[in-house]
């Protein structure tokens, strides 16, 4: 019997424990300030101090509880990064990794697709691009290649269909485009103007971007009758072939608008694909949609959408 009360006595004050190890949640917004929590779109746990160690484990997660960050700061006020970060997809695969010291990012970095194939590896030194950057496509045929110079790309830079065929060759210097030569697929050199980064085109571009939001967002009765009105921020990802994937809600309402919006972004029609470097090239953003009443019986107008912004990632990556 006494062997009972003391299990049952530690499965009641389990929990407790567990939760007194964190300190309160730190809601931040999409360029990772505190904020208060009905203008976030993630939140920090930060665990007591490791007294041992001298470090403090965090994690961030999204809104809805999805796992996007593991590591660990030296301070807390100021927060500095200082130790291994990971960054994980919704599934809970690695996305990437790399290590900090003294708030800057140092060591070899390395970036996952969402199997577990390698899709980027480099180093950075005191919190800049140093030494030789490869980039694979998901078939593991080489995507890119070149050195960096001080954090800047410097010297000859190759690209890669997923082929292995060259798409493009620049040449730098510290960061500046001395000229680009650009590949058909079939080998030959491109005789057009190419751009070397050019976004995915909806069909009609952007005027039928929002036209498409403005015919096909509906305002949830349930909204209507709690007079819920603001803005759905959805993320998504426009993909090599031009379809929409990972449609996620990063800043919602309430759960009626925030699954229309959703709902409407994940039905969008392929897009013509985004491309760098000639290659085609998967891209994310985040679309704002605003819902309000339709006051169209009254002579009003349905909300005036406005067009997305490329997303840009909370880790120490950047396009090259």
Same mark, same amino acid.
């Given at each position: 019997?006494?062997?009972?009360?003391?299990?049952?006595?530690?499965?009641?004050?389990?929990?407790?424990?567990?939760?007194?190890?964190?300190?309160?949640?730190?809601?931040?917004?999409?360029?990772?300030?505190?904020?208060?929590?009905?203008?976030?779109?993630?939140?920090?746990?930060?665990?007591?101090?490791?007294?041992?160690?001298?470090?403090?484990?965090?994690?961030?997660?999204?809104?809805?509880?999805?796992?996007?960050?593991?590591?660990?700061?030296?301070?807390?006020?100021?927060?500095? /990064? =200082?130790?291994?970060?990971?960054? $994980?997809? %919704?599934? +809970?695969?690695? *996305?990437?990794?790399?290590?900090? &010291?003294?708030?800057?990012?140092?060591?070899?970095?390395?970036?996952?697709?969402?199997?577990?194939?390698?899709?980027?590896?480099?180093?950075?030194?005191?919190?800049?691009?140093?030494?030789?950057?490869?980039?694979?496509?998901?078939?593991?045929?080489?995507?890119?290649?070149?050195?960096?110079?001080?954090?800047?790309?410097?010297?000859?830079?190759?690209?890669?269909?997923?082929?292995?065929?060259?798409?493009?060759?620049?040449?730098?210097?510290?960061? /500046? =485009?001395?000229?680009?030569?650009? $590949?058909? %697929?079939? +080998?030959?050199? *491109?005789?057009?103007?190419?751009? &070397?980064?050019?976004?995915?085109?909806?069909?009609?571009?952007?005027?039928?971007?929002?036209?498409?939001?403005?015919?096909?967002?509906?305002?949830?009765?349930?909204?209507?009758?709690?007079?819920?009105?603001?803005?759905?921020?959805?993320?998504?990802?426009?993909?090599?072939?031009?379809?929409?994937?990972?449609?996620?809600?990063?800043?919602?309402?309430?759960?009626?608008?925030?699954?229309?919006?959703?709902?409407?972004?994940?039905?969008?029609?392929?897009?013509?694909?985004?491309?760098?470097?000639?290659?085609?090239?998967?891209?994310?953003?985040?679309?704002?949609?605003?819902?309000?009443?339709?006051?169209?019986?009254?002579?009003?107008?349905?909300?005036?959408?406005?067009?997305?912004?490329?997303?840009?990632?909370?880790?120490?990556?950047?396009?090259?």
């Amino acid at each position: 019997m006494k062997t009972r009360l003391v299990a049952l006595f530690v499965c009641l004050v389990a929990p407790w424990a567990a939760a007194a190890q964190n300190m309160p949640a730190v809601y931040l917004n999409d360029r990772d300030e505190a904020t208060v929590p009905d203008s976030a779109t993630h939140y920090r746990l930060i665990e007591r101090k490791n007294e041992s160690a001298g470090t403090y484990a965090i994690q961030e997660y999204s809104l809805a509880g999805q796992l996007l960050l593991r590591g660990t700061f030296s301070t807390i006020e100021p927060p500095v /990064r =200082s130790g291994q970060f990971t960054w $994980y997809y %919704a599934n +809970g695969a690695r *996305a990437s990794q790399v290590h900090y &010291r003294d708030d800057e990012a140092d060591g070899v970095y390395v970036a996952w697709y969402e199997d577990g194939k390698v899709s980027n590896r480099g180093e950075y030194d005191n919190g800049q691009r140093v030494g030789r950057w490869v980039s694979v496509h998901r078939n593991g045929q080489k995507r890119s290649e070149g050195h960096y110079v001080a954090g800047r790309p410097h010297g000859e830079w190759r690209y890669y269909y997923n082929t292995g065929q060259l798409s493009a060759i620049e040449q730098l210097d510290k960061g /500046r =485009s001395m000229g680009t030569v650009f $590949y058909n %697929a079939d +080998g030959t050199h *491109a005789a057009a103007t190419v751009e &070397r980064r050019q976004v995915p085109q909806f069909p009609g571009g952007e005027a039928g971007l929002l036209q498409y939001l403005a015919r096909n967002a509906e305002y949830p009765k349930a909204a209507r009758r709690k007079n819920i009105t603001g803005k759905v921020y959805v993320s998504y990802t426009v993909g090599e072939d031009g379809r929409v994937s990972h449609v996620q809600v990063v800043r919602g309402l309430a759960p009626d608008v925030d699954n229309e919006a959703r709902r409407v972004v994940a039905n969008m029609p392929a897009f013509l694909p985004g491309r760098e470097y000639n290659v085609p090239t998967a891209m994310t953003f985040t679309l704002p949609i605003y819902f309000a009443p339709n006051f169209t019986i009254f002579g009003g107008t349905r909300p005036r959408q406005v067009p997305p912004t490329e997303a840009l990632a909370g880790i120490p990556e950047e396009i090259f």
